[in-house]
């Protein structure tokens, strides 16, 4: 679905994010319905990495470490399923764009992403 124009909706999300602290003007069908709906709450921390600029996994794995843990810099990297039990005692927003780059590319690790189709973790 390269060139529908996710990563600009994406982009628009975290700024209306950052700017207010909350999402509450995006338009969503309550709204052209005629009643608007409630604010997204603010998460406590996003996490957003592009494989535009970085497509190697184990970069990605390592930031997404880096990020759950808070650290700088992880003593010993995790394996892709402890990161994903990580994530789920995580609360926060993990935003991934050009994931299809990964999932075509048959990287290392990629059974990890799961298939255009599909969901990341299948």
Known sequence: ??????????????????????????????ERAG????PLPLTHTVFVYSFYDDDKPENFFRHLQIWLEGTSAPDKQKSPTQLMFDI??????II???????QESGA???GCWGSRRGWMMT
């Open 1 to 30: 679905m390269g060139g529908a124009g996710k990563t600009a909706i994406v982009e628009r999300f975290l700024n209306e994010l950052l700017n207010v602290g909350q999402v509450s003007n995006l338009p969503s069908s309550e």
């Open 35 to 38: 009643s608007k709906p409630a």
């Open 88 to 93: 789920q005692q995580h609360q926060g927003l």
């Open 96 to 102: 991934l764009d050009g994931l299809e780059k990964v």
């Open 108 to 110: 290392a690790l990629a």
